[in-house]
Nanobody
Framework: QVQLVESGGGLVQAGGSLRLSCVAS????????MVWFRRAPAQDREFVTAISWNGEKTNYADSVKGRFTISRDNVKNTVYLQMNNLKPEDTAVYFC?????????????????WGKGTLVTVSS
């Protein structure tokens, strides 16, 4: 059974940092683009960042550029999201997803697997 499991969420004060992890099991995703999304309360899902299969390409939403960093460890089948200088508007459930392709300029399509998410709450 293929699973993506996110962890690392929690409550943090504004200006603080968190590191999220997304661990894949059941198959390797070393050849696949991986993507982080988030959904804030009463809002639609929002793209956050994506990373190509080998880590050489990344894509960030304007709202997180300069504060968030995506990375991956294909040996551990894990993708990370380092979040610095967090703001209250970053409060959301963060999901990871695996794409069918190694890279896609439109990271919101062609996503085959999804995690259940981890909650990040940023207090002001």
């Amino acid at each position: 059974q293929v699973q993506l499991v996110e962890s690392g969420g929690g409550l943090v004060q504004a200006g603080g940092s968190l590191r999220l992890s997304c661990v894949a099991s059941g198959r390797s995703f070393s050849s696949n683009m991986m993507v982080w999304f988030r959904r804030a309360p009463a809002q639609d899902r929002e793209f956050v960042t994506a990373i190509s299969w080998n880590g050489e390409k990344t894509n960030y939403a304007d709202s997180v550029k300069g504060r968030f960093t995506i990375s991956r460890d294909n040996v551990k089948n894990t993708v990370y999201l380092q979040m610095n200088n967090l703001k209250p508007e970053d409060t959301a459930v963060y999901f990871c997803a695996a794409a069918a392709l190694a890279w896609n300029d439109n990271p919101s399509v062609g996503l085959n697997y999804w995690g259940k998410g981890t909650l990040v709450t940023v207090s002001s």
